[in-house]
């Protein structure tokens, strides 16, 4: 697998070098990665919904995403795509951080899951014509030098007519006192510095990055923690701080 292109990448190399120094925890629950093991239920639910609805599936039967091809970019340690593929999509996961991609593929062998790991980048893969029916994008758009470009690559990465979903940090005192303080400094979920609270996105925002890069935005939902159930649940109206969109590419137009 050739190397990244990082001369036209969006990838921030700081931005990188954080998640590469934590690898090796991907897949322990208790480790820097807690957070999104615990917030994995709360995303699983939102992604499975919106693909049902988008392609007419129905999750309550054996392989439901069978046919569909899935990326996941900024895929980390696999945490989204062994869900996706065992629910029967052809998932391939990308992530710009090297160290990732081992820790990944290492799990889904050892978990009897076929699933395409690869050090590349969103802009690598659209360059080269790959093309899915969908492509997430979760917890990522905070971390990459331009936003704009990457919702394009990822734009570009979709067949007409596919789905994007993508959920980050709405940017606020709200935000940076649980995200920042609570998440880096008091619970020390997260080594501290993972986050830029500066990077972070407010949801219109990012609906008009999203249309920028051509896409139509569909739905937003927040994710909310709740600290007494030690769960997070969807929310219609509190975007506060974590929050997920779905949107679509347009289909062609035909004369």
Known sequence: MPEPDTARSTV???EVAKFEAMAAEWWDESGKFKPLHMLNPCRLGYI???IAAQFGRDLSAKAPLQGLRLLDIGCGGGLLCEP???LGATVIGADAAARNIPVA?????QSGLEIDYRHTTAEDMAAAGEQFDVVLNMEVVEHVASPLDYLTAC???LKPGGLHICSTLNRNAKSFGMAILGAEWVMRWLPKGTHDWKKFITPDELYDLLRQAGLTPVDRKGMVFNPISWSWSLSERDLSVNYVTASLRPERVTL
């Open 48 to 50: 499975t919904e919106q």
């Open 155 to 157: 734009h570009d990465l």
């Open 84 to 86: 996706m593929a065992r």
């Open 12 to 14: 921030d190399a700081q």
């Open 105 to 109: 593929k290492l799990h889904a062998e």
